[in-house]
């Protein structure tokens, strides 16, 4: 395997994890305030369009990655457009300890 494929699979884990520990804080506290809906619509559509990409391209790294973070951030923007009530239904559903 080459450098340039390694550090393409590098970023990918970096990229794909970096909406994990969010998504997580969301599902515990259901605190979305601190969290902008424009930036993650904006988000949420880059990662469709880059997933769109790659699918053209027949890419898959591009694919997985986007398509991965394309599910997190849509988790994350899903969680801020919801009510209170229906926000702790979701987390109280994914989070056995609730």
């Known amino acids: 395997m ?3 494929l ?3 699979y ?3 884990v ?3 994890t970096s909406f994990v520990p969010q998504a997580w804080k969301i599902i515990k506290t ?4 601190a969290i902008s809906k424009r930036m993650y619509t904006v988000t949420v559509i880059g ?3 880059w997933s769109a990409f790659g699918f053209l391209r027949m890419e898959w790294p591009i ?3 986007n398509v991965v973070c394309f599910f997190l951030s849509g988790f994350i923007l ?3 457009w919801l009510p209170r009530r229906k926000r702790e239904a979701v987390s109280a559903k994914l989070d056995p300890d609730k």
Request: with cysteine.
């Open 10 to 12: 590098l970023a990918s």
């Open 14 to 16: 970096c990229s794909m």
């Open 2 to 4: 080459d450098m340039a």
């Open 30 to 33: 259901g605190d979305t305030e």
């Open 63 to 65: 694919i997985l990655t």
């Open 47 to 49: 990662f469709a369009l």
């Open 78 to 80: 899903t969680m801020k």
């Open 6 to 8: 390694i550090i393409g």
